[in-house]
């Protein structure tokens, strides 16, 4: 089945501790993107890649990391710089020229203990 | 500035009531995507709809139907007859046609609450 696939679902870090997300997707699409959700709240980009090998910052860039190196994988790492770091991070994709529909994956959440 | 606004926080419904989620948004720019997307307890984004700037008709799916005004900045979703799995998150959210990044501005969200 095509989709995007986030792992893994839940995820506790201890204070000091770099995490990374996985986010993989089958669908051939050329953008990537990471979201950032807290509760009752709408979701704020955290970085975006449209291409292999290249990225850009969103409006909460800072404390996170991201590579590119194959189309299908955008892997988000969660540095011990994030002051703030719990949350529920959505990986997404889409076709880069079909309009912009952005499809999202199920989620991980991040629980520093 | 680009904005999304959805007034209502909660909205609670006995089934088969009808509802209506509003959508208001600023942009500066003239071509636009506006869409709606629902978030259930497990919480993936589902996309609803997408409609763009220029095309001012409404749209019916089923039960779901959607109520675009360029003149009011406004683009509000209906659910007729709504069921407990209905029952959701939904947002809406705006992003400019051209703008490379594929940044979406979300509003924060309106949380559906389809009783029994």
């Known amino acids: 089945d095509g989709g995007i696939t986030q792992s893994p679902k839940y995820l506790f870090r201890k204070e000091g501790q770099n995490v990374t997300l996985s986010c993989e997707q089958n669908l051939n699409h050329d953008a990537m993107y990471w979201y950032r959700q807290d509760p009752g709240q709408g979701l704020r980009l955290i970085y975006y890649?449209?291409?292999?090998?290249?990225?850009q910052k969103g409006d909460i860039a800072e404390g996170y990391s991201v590579s590119r190196e194959k189309k299908e994988s955008f892997p988000l790492t969660v540095t011990s710089a994030q002051k703030n770091p719990t949350a529920f991070y959505l990986c997404?994709?889409?076709?880069?020229?079909?309009?912009?529909?952005?499809?999202f994956g199920e989620g991980s959440w991040l629980t520093v203990v | 500035a680009q904005k999304v606004t959805q007034a209502q926080t909660e909205i609670s419904v006995v089934e088969k009531e009808d509802v209506t989620l509003d959508c208001v948004y600023e942009t500066r720019d003239t071509t636009y995507y506006l869409f709606w997307y629902k978030q259930p307890p497990s919480g993936e984004l589902v996309f609803l709809i997408r409609r763009n700037s220029f095309d001012e008709q409404n749209e019916i799916s089923g039960r779901y139907s959607w109520n675009f005004q360029k003149s009011t900045s406004s683009f509000n979703f209906t659910i007729t007859a709504s069921q407990v799995v209905d029952s959701a998150v939904y947002f809406c959210a705006l992003t400019p046609i051209y703008n490379q990044g594929g940044k979406l501005i979300f509003g924060q969200g309106t949380e559906l609450s389809v009783k029994p």
């Open positions: 890649s449209q291409i292999v090998n290249d990225f």
């Open positions: 997404a994709s889409s076709i880069r020229d079909r309009g912009n529909t952005i499809y």
